[in-house]
């Protein structure tokens, strides 16, 4: 029954879930801007367990909070989620691929009760087991501008 409820907390499904499941390591830029591929390389060491299924999305979400400070009302929309196209490479333990940003001014942004923020969620599934779900933070920053003569 401890397990039971254990799984149920997210922070514990991946304590739990990095018994058994691959270490992963990926390589994202931390900086993207619109318009352009964002590349996603995810590098696993180990076999565990069977492993299933491993995807990774970027997700943009715009946060808004509103209201006072004893009952707040906290507004949450994803403006873009885009599944990143992963192919394996011959070792079955390296996955690669790139997704495309939209060219909107979807930039990232943090300021007082709201924010905009860009992440890339990676997951793995394995049979029998509890997923592995891990977010890297990026940073969606305004196209380079030619400097002025």
């Not at 990143?84 to 930039?107: D, H, I, R």
Request: charged share 20%; net charge neutral; hydrophobic share 45%.
């Amino acid at each position: 029954m401890p397990l039971a409820a254990s799984l149920l907390v997210r922070d514990r499904r991946n304590t739990i879930s990095a018994w058994r499941t691959p270490k992963a390591v990926v390589t994202v830029p931390r900086r993207i801007h619109p318009g352009l591929a964002v590349p996603v390389l995810i590098e696993l060491d180990r076999f565990a367990a069977p492993l299933k299924a491993v995807s990774a999305t970027l997700v943009c979400t715009e946060r808004v909070v509103s209201g006072n400070e004893e009952d707040p009302i906290v507004y949450e929309r994803i403006h873009f989620k885009e599944q990143v196209a992963l192919t394996p490479s011959n070792k079955q333990t390296c996955f690669e691929g790139s997704a495309a940003l939209p060219n909107l001014p979807l930039w990232s942004f943090e300021g007082g009760f709201n924010s905009v923020t860009w992440a890339l969620k990676v997951h793995l599934e394995c049979s029998r087991w509890p997923d592995w779900i891990m977010s890297w933070p990026l940073s969606m920053d305004p196209p380079e501008t030619p400097a002025l003569a």
